[in-house]
């Protein structure tokens, strides 16, 4: 079992910065692809970025260039940098773990951009 814990969210304005971390618990992190998703009011979670175990990442569309996704195999802990952010950024952020047939959550951190 892995327990995710989200931190860093929290309101800022547009254009700003936020800097969400996601601790894990166990000691299969390294060996794990990790993710963060959101979920906006009313709209289906999405994927925003993912690292694999070995460190390749990916991004949605709408967040290339902005955001960076890293991960620290010493300290279990996934981050999320969020750069120029845009009110349509709001949403709940989830941290994901995945390996083979298994997912585990977060309990999801608020980050909400005003205009």
């Known amino acids: 079992q892995v327990q995710l814990v989200e931190s860093g969210g929290g309101l800022v304005q547009a254009g700003g910065s936020l800097r969400l971390s996601c601790a894990a618990s166990g000691s299969i992190f390294s060996i794990m692809a990790m993710a963060w998703y959101r979920q906006a009011p009313g709209k289906q979670r999405e994927l925003v970025a993912r690292?694999?175990?070995?460190?390749?990442?990916n991004y949605a569309d709408s967040v290339k260039g902005r955001f960076t996704i890293s991960r620290d195999n010493a300290k279990n802990t996934v981050y999320l940098q969020m750069n120029s952010l845009k009110p349509e950024d709001t949403a709940v952020y989830y941290c994901?773990?995945?390996?083979?047939?298994?997912?585990?959550w977060g309990q999801g951190t608020q980050v909400t951009v005003s205009s």
């Open positions: 690292i694999s175990s070995g460190g390749t990442t």
């Open positions: 994901n773990a995945h390996r083979g047939f298994n997912d585990f």
